[in-house]
């Protein structure tokens, strides 16, 4: 195996505008706006979601030529068949959703499936009755709206792939007359309607041994503490999730909350905060502190001796050495970060390294691990393992997908400390999860960056604008994401587009915050083709009006490790779309092969790209 390199890529110093939900095509779009009363402004504001009953939001954004059709269907409804054959029909070109009006079947488990059991959602669509119809192009314009015809439907999705108007585009749906049972006067309470939020987006956080300051598990907790809960989620603050929804592919672990959760909040407060009767079944807890998310690791790796955090003073920077002692080399399917002191930890990075390198720096280094501030600064590294912030999820990184680590290769766990005004004790552990099938596809990371030797923010300028392209040499899919700057980034923004000429938007961070940095996973892999380019934006704020910025007076900034200077990275997580490291005689030249097709040099001392 090779090791892995992290190149940035020079781009020129100006901004590109920013793109929107889905960038318009030469032709226009067909279909007619929604009228005002069904969906509302939250439409044109963005596309929209739903929650489906397993709790992930389901995006009712089309793909790129094609069309999303929403179903509203009573409970076992065989025209839910229909959805599949219709994605069949337009592999790629159709999302389909399914909303089943009134009771829920006992056996309706899917992602895509919403639960309308009052018709609100159907109301809110014009939908009036099982089976429905619609199907949605563009940024939220409505091509088709009737019964739910699987002929008419075909058409109309091919109408959208094609760029016209269907031949019917509306016709009165003849079903089952949907009720309006009305239940939005219905007082919301916690066991039937705030515990479910609470336990699909605050809870990761919001228990003990975690990164939030207060529990969220019971009732008790959650009552007290109402008009906050109303108040920060009204205002976005929590819970803590900086990427802007609907803009770009769908996140694994998107956490914040549809504009319905916060009203519900909102209400729950203002009506006193009660319990409500039992539900039953009762939703199991959250894992008691110190038991693995993912289940018991393959591979524990623990820091050799607790380290103590001083009281006061600034950010600590550590690296610690975890040798792994393995006899054969490994394929890892999934990491797990277990902080011992969440009070102080900050986050955490990991490299691997198989040269000794980080054991030289530690011998040579009194205490446990040596300072560091970005893992080898000036030293070849391996590869990436990626890193961990506060709520961060542990996640497999998906049938087939591995990270090769080496015989007898070390972990080396940066771990940054934040003195919190009392000396504190810290041992951090690693949970690593070996592959049980064959890993056919292995996970590298490259990066789009500004250049470092041009890169600069001057003194006292609000408003810094910098942008970087990554050129996409052979057919890759991405699979995370993860944006850094440090503290005086304010926005973010990277597109993909692609040799047609079209733009797909891939993240956008409007109120960047170098205390919430995470890596994104996305739910389904995205096919970025040859020929591709990524585009990545940024601006900053060096003026002595913005409030994080850690010089006063403002001064100028360059490229530099140290949180007072700066950066630009997008890291991707990529896996190359043709690779089958199963067939024999296989060999992972992924990296290799995408920097000579390139045409870059990959450097073999000095690593581009850092870990704050």
């Given at each position: ?19 929107v ?16 009363g ?5 439409f ?16 009712l954004?089309p ?17 839910a ?18 909303a ?6 006992p ?5 895509a499936?919403v639960?309308d ?13 099982t089976p429905?119809?619609?199907?949605l192009?563009?940024?939220?314009r409505?091509?088709?709206?009737g019964?739910f015809?699987?002929?008419?439907l075909r ?17 009165p749906?003849?079903g089952?007359?949907?009720v309006?049972?009305d ?12 515990e479910?939020?609470?336990r699909?987006?605050?809870?990761d ?10 529990p969220?598990?019971?009732f008790a907790?959650?009552a ?11 205002s976005?603050f ?14 694994l ?5 549809l ?16 319990e409500?009767p ?7 807890e ?5 038991e ?8 524990i ?13 600034g ?5 610690f ?11 890892i399917?999934a990491?797990?970060?277990?902080p ?9 990075f990991?490299?691997?390294?198989v040269?000794g ?14 300072m ?11 590869g ?12 497999f990184?998906?049938?087939g ?10 972990v ?41 030797a041009e ?13 970087a ?9 991405l699979?995370?994401?993860?944006p ?8 973010m ?27 994104y ?5 995205l ?21 994080r910025n ?6 100028e ?5 140290g949180?007072?200077?700066?950066m630009?990275?997008?890291?991707l ?40």
């Open positions: 195996m090779k090791r892995l390199i992290l190149t940035c890529v020079l781009a020129a110093p100006a901004c590109a505008a920013l793109v939900w889905l960038s318009p095509s030469p032709r226009a779009i067909p279909g007619r706006p929604l009228a005002p069904l969906l509302g402004k939250s044109l504001d963005g596309p929209p979601a739903l929650r489906a009953i397993d709790g992930r939001r389901v995006d954004r793909p790129a030529d094609g069309a999303t059709v929403v179903a509203f269907l009573a409970a076992d409804d065989p025209a068949r229909g959805l599949e054959r219709l994605r069949e029909a337009f592999p790629g070109r159709v999302a389909t959703v399914a089943i009006v009134g009771p829920l079947p056996d309706a488990d899917e992602a499936v639960h059991p009052t018709g609100a959602i159907a109301r809110r669509f014009g939908a009036t009755s429905e119809a619609l199907v192009v563009g940024e939220g409505l091509l088709y709206q019964p015809d699987l002929d008419e058409e109309a999705v091919a109408a959208a792939c094609a760029g016209v108007e269907p031949a019917v585009a509306h016709r749906a003849t089952t007359p949907i309006a049972a239940a939005s006067r219905r007082t919301p309470t916690y066991t039937q309607d705030v479910p939020i609470l699909r987006s605050c809870r956080c919001h228990r003990p041994g975690e990164a939030a300051p207060f969220l598990l019971t907790q959650a007290r503490r109402s008009r906050d809960l109303a108040e920060v989620t009204a976005r929590m819970p803590p999730w900086k990427p802007t929804s609907g803009f770009g592919p769908p996140p672990h998107d956490r914040t909350l504009p319905d959760e916060v009203a519900t909040l909102r209400a729950w407060a203002d009506a006193g905060a009660p409500g039992p539900v039953a079944p009762q939703p199991p959250p894992a008691p502190p110190g693995w998310a993912l289940g018991t690791p393959d591979l790796l623990e820091m050799p001796e607790p380290f103590e955090i001083p009281a006061a003073g950010d600590v920077y550590r690296c050495v975890l040798p792994t002692d393995l006899p054969e080399a490994r394929w399917t990491i797990e970060v277990k011992g002191n969440p009070r102080v930890v900050h986050h955490t990991a490299y691997i390294d040269r390198l980080g054991r030289s720096r530690d011998e040579a280094d009194e205490g446990p691990g040596y560091c501030f970005s893992g080898f600064t000036g030293d070849s590294i391996f990436a393992l990626g890193g961990w912030t506060p709520g961060n999820e542990p996640h990184f998906g049938e997908v591995g990270q090769n680590l080496p015989m007898g290769a070390d080396v766990l940066q771990v940054h400390y934040h003195p919190v005004g009392k000396v504190e004790r810290d041992r951090t552990r690693l949970g690593i999860h070996f592959a049980r099938k064959p890993v056919k596809k292995a996970l590298q990371w490259v990066s789009a960056c500004a250049d470092p890169f600069v923010l001057p003194a006292d300028d609000s408003d810094v604008g910098w942008k392209e990554l050129k996409i040499p052979m057919d890759v899919d699979h995370a994401m993860t850094h700057m440090h503290m005086l980034g304010r926005t923004e990277a597109r993909v587009e692609t040799p047609d000429g079209r733009s797909r938007p891939l993240i956008r961070i409007e109120d960047w915050d170098f205390n919430r940095q995470d890596t996973f996305l739910r389904e892999p096919r970025i083709p040859e020929g591709s380019t990524v585009h990545l934006q940024a601006r900053y704020d060096n003026s002595s009006a913005n409030p850690p010089s006063r007076p403002p001064r900034v360059r490229w530099g490790e949180t007072n200077d700066d630009m990275i997008l890291f997580g990529l896996t190359r779309a043709d690779q089958d490291l199963t067939r024999p005689g296989a060999v992972d030249d992924f990296m290799e092969e995408f920097f000579r097709r390139a045409g870059v040099a990959p450097a073999d001392e000095t690593p581009t790209a850092s870990a704050e």
